[in-house]
């Protein structure tokens, strides 16, 4: 697995792609903060790092499906998945080895952030007046976000040999299940089952380790998700063999 892991992620270093993800990421996350007055904390006269915990989600569900649209898909589109596997690796072992590298490069574009976390601690009035718990309980969230999206991502590269296509449809899915399930809990034909149809979305789990406590249902609906994800591109791959 860890050859593989290695060999993924140089392989997003020595594409454009990895730099150009992680640059939208941070210019798009600092215009949002400093620039554009309607988010901006210099206007919002708050030290808090809400606005990136409120766009990193949203960019994220663009930015990862970007990175992993080529993992499967152009082994596939180059005719090099089958020697691939028939190295000696178990079918867990490759997806993992792709999974992780692409969400190491996810993880990576949040480093610099840091930068902001720092810039609004010295910012605050006193000096450090800033929710340090909820601003940890937002990073841990993230990392989570971020390890389904990819686990999603890498599903959808799964099923297709056409970049863009798996691009499309890891995005749709991300969708889906970060607001999709909000959106069908607001409709008025639910009655009392609308909180727990909109419990099935990330948006809710999200929204709730933000807030600095870090339940352990939170934890595990993330865990659940990333695992049913990574079965689910174990079975296409599989189905190689039917």
């Known amino acids: 697995m860890l050859s593989i ?3 993924e992620f140089n ?4 594409s454009l792609i990895a730099y150009i993800v992680i640059t939208v990421f941070l210019v798009a996350i600092g215009m949002f903060m400093w620039v554009f007055p309607e988010s901006s904390v ?3 006269g708050f030290a808090d790092l809400q606005t990136l915990f409120n766009m990193a989600p949203w960019l994220f569900l663009f930015l990862i499906p970007a ?3 080529r993992t ?6 180059e005719g090099t998945i089958e020697l691939l596997l028939t190295k000696p690796l178990a079918d867990l072992e490759l997806i993992l080895g792709k999974y992780f590298a692409a969400l190491l ?3 990576f574009a949040l480093l610099p952030t840091l930068l902001y976390y720092y810039s ?3 910012l605050g009035n006193p000096q450090g007046n800033v929710d340090s718990a909820a601003v940890v309980g937002s990073y841990l969230g993230l990392i989570f976000l971020a390890g389904v999206f990819a686990a999603i991502g890498v599903f959808a590269s799964s099923i297709s040999d056409n ?8 995005v749709f899915l991300c969708y889906i299940i970060y607001t999709g399930f909000d959106l069908i809990a607001s409709m008025p034909v639910w009655g009392s089952y609308s909180y727990l149809i909109s419990q099935l979305g990330i948006s809710y789990h999200y929204s709730s380790i933000s807030k600095g406590l870090v339940d352990s249902r939170d934890v595990l609906y993330f865990l659940s998700v990333i695992a049913i994800m990574i079965l689910a591109t174990k079975l296409v791959l599989r189905s190689r063999k039917w």
């Open 5 to 7: 892991l290695k060999k």
């Open 11 to 14: 392989g997003f270093l020595n």
């Open 42 to 44: 210099l206007e919002y």
């Open 67 to 69: 990175i992993t649209m």
């Open 72 to 77: 499967f898909a152009e082994e596939k589109r």
């Open 105 to 107: 490069l996810a993880l």
């Open 120 to 122: 609004v601690y010295q």
């Open 163 to 170: 970049q863009i296509i798996s691009f499309v449809i890891a």
